[in-house]
C-alpha cells in the first residue's frame, strides 16, 4: 500500500506553519492592547477566564497567551488567582480552532491564501500587512489540512495503524498517551487535534478512541508551560503549576467517565447532525467548558495548592490602574486632572524602576533565558502604553484654559513622562546586549559585573531621588543629584578604562562582551542624565 508521507509531513507543516502565521499576524494587529485588556479587565476571576477565551482566540494559541500571564505575574503585575483565570480560560479559547476546522472551510484555502498575499504584496500600512499575514496563514492553515487530510485517508488501511487503532479503541490510555507525547513534541494542541479529526473522519479511529486523544492533547499543552518554568521565576514554576493541575486532574476525571462522556456526545451530535470532525470539535468544546466550570468555584484552593508544592514569596502587585485618567476632568478642573496625571506617573516610575531591576537580573541570573527576556518586553510595552495614555491626557489638558501655574505643570509632566519612557527603552538595550552576551555562550569579568552593580545602585538611589524632587521640589536634594550625576560620570569613564586594561591584559578574551560592554556604560550613563533631565525640568525657572 502506497502511503503519500511527502503530503502528511508537508501538509501537516503547512497547517502547524499556518497556525503560527496567523496566531503572529493577529499579535502584531492587536499591539499592546492585548497586555492592556489583561492587565486592565482580570481583577475578578470570572473576568480572568472571559479574557483568557479571547486573548486566545485571537493569537491562536494558549501557550502564548500563558506566556503573556506569566510575564504580568513576573513584574509583579498580576496576582497566581488572575493568571489561574486566565489559564482556564485559554484552556476554552484554544477549541475555537478544532470548530473552524470542523466547519470545512478548507474548499475556500486558496482563495484566502491569494487574498493574503495580495494584501502582503500590495498593502502600504503595517496594519494591512499583519492583517494580510492573518489571512495567509489562516488560508495556508486549511490547505495544509486539505493536503494532510487527503494522505491521511490511506493511513487507515496501514495494518501498524490499524492495529494501534483497535488497541488504542480497546485501551484508551494509549491514546490518551499519544495524543499527550505527540502534543508535547510539536507544542499544539490545535495541530494535534486537526489530525485526529481527519483520521477519525476517514474511519481510521473510533470515537472513544479520538476523545482519548484530545484529551492527551490537553495534557501535553501543559509541556510548554513546564519546559519555560524549569530555571525559571516562582510566578512561571506557579502559573505552570496551576496549568498543569487543571488539566491533568481534568483529564483524570474525563477519562474516568470517558464511556458516558462518548455516550452523550454521540447523542447530541446525532441531535445535531453534525459531521465527524464536528463531533470531535464538539468534543473537545463541551469537554473544556465543564471542567473550567467545574474547577472555577475552586480557583483559590488550587492556587493554594500550587503554592504548598511551590513555596516562595511572589513579587508584590503594582498597581498600574489608570481608570482615573478620564476624559470630563480636563474640562472641567484642569488643576485637578494634572495633579491626576501626576500620581499616574509616579506609578509609571515603579514600573520603569522594577524593569531596571529585572534587566540587572538578567544580567547576574547566567540561567537566564528568553522568558527573563520577555519579562522586560513585557514591561516595556506597559511602559510606553502609559506614556501614550498619559501624554494624551495632557494634551486633553493643554486644550483648556491654563494660568501659568498649570501651564509650567503641564509642560514639566510632559517632560517627566518621556524621559522616564526613553530611561526604559535604554533598559531593553541592555537586555539585548546582556542577551547578545548569552547567546555568545561567554561572560563578563567578575570585575566588570562589580563595576556594573555599583552603576545600577547609584542609578537606583537617582531615581529615587529624581521622584522626590518632582514631588516635593527640594533644591537641597537637587543639588545632591547634580552631584550624583557627576559621580556616575566618572564611574562610566574609570570603569571604562578598566575595560581597556582588562582587554589589554587578555582578562577580557570574548569578542562579544568586550565590544559591547562600552555600551552598556554608555547606556547606564544616559539613563542617569534623564533622572537630571527631569529634576532640571522641575526647577526650569531657577536657571
Not at 493577529?26 to 486592565?40: N, Q, V
Not at 562589580?450 to 527640594?474: G, R, V
Request: hydrophobic share 45%; net charge negative.
Amino acid at each position: 500500500m502506497n502511503i503519500s508521507w511527502d503530503a502528511i509531513l508537508g501538509g501537516f507543516g503547512l497547517f502547524i506553519f499556518g497556525i503560527k502565521f496567523m496566531g503572529d499576524g493577529l499579535k502584531s494587529l492587536a499591539g499592546d492592547k492585548l497586555r492592556e485588556y489583561i492587565d486592565k479587565y482580570t481583577t475578578k476571576p470570572i473576568m480572568a477566564v472571559l479574557i483568557g477565551t479571547v486573548i486566545t482566540v485571537i493569537i491562536q494559541s494558549s501557550s502564548a497567551t500563558t506566556a503573556i500571564t506569566i510575564g504580568l505575574v513576573r513584574a509583579g503585575l498580576m496576582k497566581l488567582e488572575q493568571a489561574a483565570g486566565i489559564v482556564m480560560g485559554a484552556n476554552i479559547g484554544t477549541t475555537i480552532t478544532a470548530f473552524i476546522i470542523g466547519l470545512k472551510v478548507e474548499k475556500f484555502a486558496l482563495f484566502f491564501v491569494c487574498a493574503g498575499a495580495l494584501i502582503i504584496c500590495f498593502g502600504n500600512k503595517k496594519k494591512l500587512h499583519y492583517l494580510g499575514e492573518v489571512i495567509l496563514g489562516f488560508g495556508l492553515l486549511f490547505y495544509g489540512l486539505r493536503i494532510m487530510g487527503d494522505a491521511l485517508k490511506t493511513l487507515k488501511d496501514l495494518p501498524e495503524f490499524v492495529t494501534f487503532a483497535h488497541a488504542a479503541g480497546e485501551q484508551p490510555i494509549l491514546a490518551l498517551l499519544a495524543g499527550t507525547v505527540m502534543t508535547g513534541i510539536i507544542q499544539s494542541s490545535s495541530a494535534v487535534i486537526g489530525v485526529v479529526q481527519k483520521i477519525y473522519e476517514a474511519g481510521g479511529m473510533s470515537l472513544m478512541a479520538s476523545v482519548a486523544f484530545v484529551f492527551g492533547s490537553n495534557i501535553g499543552t501543559t509541556i510548554t508551560g513546564i519546559f519555560a518554568a524549569i530555571g525559571g521565576s516562582l510566578a512561571a514554576k506557579r502559573t505552570a503549576g496551576v496549568h498543569t493541575l487543571f488539566n491533568v486532574v481534568g483529564t483524570i476525571i474525563g477519562m474516568m467517565f470517558l464511556g458516558v462522556y462518548v455516550s452523550i456526545v454521540v447523542y447530541l451530535t446525532g441531535l445535531l447532525k453534525l459531521s465527524p470532525m464536528m463531533q470531535i470539535a464538539f468534543a473537545h468544546i463541551i469537554f473544556n467548558l465543564v471542567t473550567t466550570l467545574l474547577f472555577f468555584p475552586f480557583l483559590k484552593q488550587m492556587c493554594a495548592i500550587v503554592r504548598k508544592l511551590i513555596p516562595g514569596n511572589e513579587p508584590e502587585k503594582l498597581d498600574v490602574n489608570i481608570d482615573e485618567l478620564n476624559d470630563i476632568l480636563p474640562h472641567q478642573l484642569p488643576s485637578s486632572a494634572l495633579n491626576v496625571s501626576k500620581e499616574v506617573i509616579l506609578k509609571m516610575s515603579h514600573v520603569v524602576e522594577r524593569n531596571v531591576k529585572e534587566s540587572q537580573k538578567y544580567l547576574m541570573n547566567h540561567k537566564a533565558g528568553s522568558e527573563d527576556k520577555e519579562n522586560i518586553l513585557q514591561a516595556e510595552g506597559i511602559i510606553n502604553g502609559l506614556d501614550h495614555k498619559i501624554v494624551d491626557y495632557l494634551l486633553l489638558i493643554s486644550k483648556e484654559e491654563l494660568n501659568e501655574s498649570d501651564f509650567q505643570e503641564y509642560s514639566l509632566n510632559l517632560q517627566v513622562v518621556k524621559n522616564l519612557e526613553r530611561i526604559g527603552d535604554l533598559t531593553v538595550n541592555l537586555s539585548e546586549f546582556y542577551e547578545m552576551v548569552k547567546e555568545d555562550k561567554s561572560n563578563f569579568t567578575k570585575e566588570a559585573v562589580e563595576e556594573l552593580k555599583a552603576m545600577y545602585e547609584l542609578f537606583y538611589h537617582m531615581l529615587n531621588s529624581t521622584m522626590e524632587i518632582y514631588t516635593t521640589k527640594d533644591y537641597a536634594k537637587f543639588e545632591a543629584l547634580l552631584e550624583d550625576e557627576n559621580y556616575m560620570d566618572l564611574l562610566e569613564y574609570e570603569s571604562r578604562q578598566r575595560h581597556f586594561e582588562r582587554m589589554r591584559d587578555g582578562k577580557c578574551s570574548s569578542m562579544i562582551s568586550g565590544s559591547v560592554y562600552c555600551d552598556i556604560l554608555s547606556n547606564m550613563e544616559r539613563m542617569a542624565d534623564h533622572c537630571c533631565n527631569i529634576a532640571k525640568a522641575v526647577f526650569a525657572d531657577k536657571k
